[in-house]
Nanobody, 122 residues
Framework: QVQLVESGGGLVQPGGSLRLSCAAS????????MAWYRQAPEKERELVAL???????NYGDSVLGRFTISRDNAKNTVYLQMNSLNAEDTAVYYC????????????????WGQGTQVTVSS
């Protein structure tokens, strides 16, 4: 099994910054992509940022230029640096990793963290 543990959420004032971290542990052969999603109350979960093993990166339109995703393959960890936060960024942020537990796996698995709350408010 693979577990993802997120940290770094909390309360921040508008214009402030936060850095989220997500570390994977367990039986992991390789991780193909790492991503952050978020879900605000009464809204659908949306992609915030994604980074592949080849370091290709995609950002959601609403965070482009403000958020930066990065990964440390040696630590199986993904980070999300969030700057210039505003009230619309308030949501539960979920870490996602897609990969294979063993070399014999024929299909990838999607692993999810438990979510961390980010609240932007004065």
């Amino acid at each position: 099994q693979v577990q993802l543990v997120e940290s770094g959420g909390g309360l921040v004032q508008p214009g402030g910054s936060l850095r989220l971290s997500c570390a994977a542990s367990g039986t992991i052969f390789t991780i193909v992509s790492m991503a952050w999603y978020r879900q605000a109350p009464e809204k659908e979960r949306e992609l915030v940022a994604l980074i592949t093993s080849g370091h290709s990166i995609n950002y959601g339109d609403s965070v482009l230029g403000r958020f930066t995703i990065s990964r440390d393959n040696a630590k199986n960890t993904v980070y999300l640096q969030m700057n210039s936060l505003n009230a619309e960024d308030t949501a539960v942020y979920y870490c996602n990793m897609r990969g294979y537990s063993t070399y014999a796996d024929h299909t990838f698995s999607d692993w999810w963290g438990q979510g961390t709350q980010v609240t932007v408010s004065s």
